[in-house]
């Protein structure tokens, strides 16, 4: 087990509870906590209860008294917190109760306890803004740890091991009980989210009684089965990658993918241990296009990596250029304690990392303003994330939460967040787009 913070977890009651336990669970997992099969280990136990009847509210009074005898720190939701009393008079030690459907209350709770692991860009999976429950409306979904690969500039392979995927018949329980429990758009994470099933040589499960193998494109066809979005995250870009467009296209999935590239330079990607054939990726990237003309495309470079000459991010410049990548993030080249990159020659000054990060995002924001500006006078749907007094902020199945664009509405409705919306977009800047409801 790793130094993360673990949690114990013990969930009492109906499906409805366990919905409500599978959304907490994803969620701390998300924020990088680890669940303790055990009391010991657990740095603060949560006890899901149910208070249904009688006999189940000894059950759940139980389960609390044993959870503080052997481990002490205690953490109560579930349907008995809606009368706190009845907890708190026979338990007084518990240090929060919340009631039914109440993840917020129940993971912010946790993080009092026990704060999670610090962000780490080079190891996190969920963007540090999202270190907090999601809303409601949309969640994460893992479905692998580890990684097969060998970037040197990149210790997850010794901190999490090799890939490990969960068996498809668990992701799509997962993923089904947050549909259930109101869950919008399902945000599919890994380190290496087109590996999926390779280590368990995509070996056969089960889901809705019937059997499902564990590979990529199952993965994706089961999940745009579901009632929500689905958006892929952290694509390698291996060349099966080529089978879901056409998914995209029919809209099973969103037409959205977010493939780190790192860099495009053949010198730098193999010093990266990365796949060295930019040419080849340009030829998929436009036939990607043509099989799914609305394509998003997300990726993250890295700039200054040991050895980057001038000419090498000039390639990358021509890459962004040519292939128009619609959102990119950009890394400066930060030494990470244990990276093989770290023995690397030739070092690239402060100086010229920030120059070379400037003059490629100046790049990107001309594209994503160009291309945003395209969309003015389309009608699309949109997914609201919030309203901020009058304004509601909306995304559109370009835009993932957090990292992306937003789409601002005007409009005197009523509005909930949760709600799809058609929309006429009437406005764009670099990133956002604006709209009438
Ligand atoms: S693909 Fe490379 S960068 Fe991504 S987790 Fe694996 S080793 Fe790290």
């Not at 037409?255 to 054939?277: C, E, G, N, W």
């Not at 991010?313 to 950009?330: A, H, N, S």
Request: glycine share 8%; with cysteine; proline share 6%.
């Amino acid at each position: 087990m790793s130094d993360n913070p673990k949690v114990g977890f013990i969930s009492l009651g109906c499906p409805k509870a366990l919905v409500d336990s599978e959304r907490i669970l994803t969620q701390l997992r998300c924020d990088g906590y680890e669940i303790s099969p055990n009391y010991d280990n657990a740095d603060v136990v949560v006890v899901n209860t149910c208070g249904f009847i009688d006999s189940a509210k000894a059950e759940s009074l139980a389960a609390i008294g044993e959870a503080l005898k052997e481990n002490g720190k205690v953490i109560v939701t579930g349907c008995m917190g809606h009368n706190p009393q009845e907890i708190t008079e026979v338990h007084p030690q518990v240090l929060a109760v919340s009631g039914p459907q109440q993840y917020e209350q129940v993971v912010n709770a946790v993080h009092d306890v026990v704060s999670p692991p610090a962000h780490d860009p080079y190891i996190d999976l969920v963007p540090a803004q999202g270190i907090k429950l999601t809303p409601r409306h949309y969640a994460y979904l893992k479905i692998s740890e580890g990684c097969n690969h060998n970037c040197t500039f990149c210790i997850i392979p010794d901190l999490r091991g090799k890939l490990v995927s969960r068996p498809l018949g668990e992701v799509m329980a997962e993923a089904e009980g947050l549909v259930r429990s109101g869950v919008k758009e399902l945000l599919v994470v890994s380190q290496d989210t087109s590996a999926y099933g390779i280590d368990s040589k995509f070996g056969l499960g089960f889901w809705g009684g019937r059997p499902v193998k564990t590979d990529f494109y199952s993965l994706v066809k089961h999940l745009g089965e579901l009632e929500a979005w689905i958006r892929l995250h952290y694509i390698y870009p291996y060349p099966h990658v080529d089978k879901i467009l056409p998914m995209m296209a029919e809209g099973h999935i969103l037409p959205y993918l977010d493939i780190p590239f790192q860099h495009a330079s053949h010198t730098v990607l193999k010093s990266m241990r990365r796949p060295a054939h930019a040419e080849k990726v340009i030829n998929r990237i436009h036939k990607w296009r043509e099989v799914c003309p609305d394509l998003t495309i997300r990726s993250t470079f890295i700039v200054g990596f040991p050895g980057e000459t001038e000419q090498d991010f000039e390639t990358l410049l021509d890459f962004v250029k040519e292939t128009r990548i619609d959102r990119v993030g950009c890394f400066k080249y930060s030494p990470v304690d244990g990276a093989k990159a770290n023995a690397l020659d030739n070092h690239v000054p402060n100086e010229v990392m920030d120059e070379r990060w400037d003059r490629l995002m100046e790049v990107q924001q001309k594209i994503s303003a160009e291309k945003l500006q395209t969309k003015v006078g389309q009608k699309m749907t949109v997914l609201v994330d919030e309203i901020d007094d009058a304004r509601v902020i909306a995304r559109s199945p370009a835009d993932a939460p957090e990292i992306d664009g937003r789409v601002l509405i005007t409009t005197g409705e009523e509005i909930e967040p949760g709600e799809f919306l058609e929309v006429t977009i009437t406005g764009a800047d670099e990133y956002d787009l604006y709209a009438e409801f």
